[in-house]
């Protein structure tokens, strides 16, 4: 029984594969867009899950008022 041939190459990952079929398509400009985009989609993300766990915290410390919007002046 004879071994398996070795590959000489490794085998691109999906993510490799895809950035590399995205440089085809797209412009540099549209890739720098994009992938801030989705930075940015991330970040707002983390944000909301830090809100959440601030909340609860607060919600668990006693005698603190519940985190409410702060209301905006109202004209005479």
Do not use: C, K, Y
């Amino acid at each position: 029984m004879q071994a398996a041939p070795v590959r000489a190459t490794a085998i691109p990952s999906f993510t490799t594969a895809l950035r590399a079929v995205e440089s085809l398509l797209m412009s540099g400009g549209q890739r720098t867009a994009r992938r801030n985009a989705w930075t940015s989609v991330l970040e707002d993300r983390r944000r909301a899950r830090d809100r959440v766990e601030a909340q609860r915290v607060l919600d668990q410390t006693p005698g603190t008022p519940p985190l409410s919007a702060p209301s905006l002046p109202t004209r005479p």
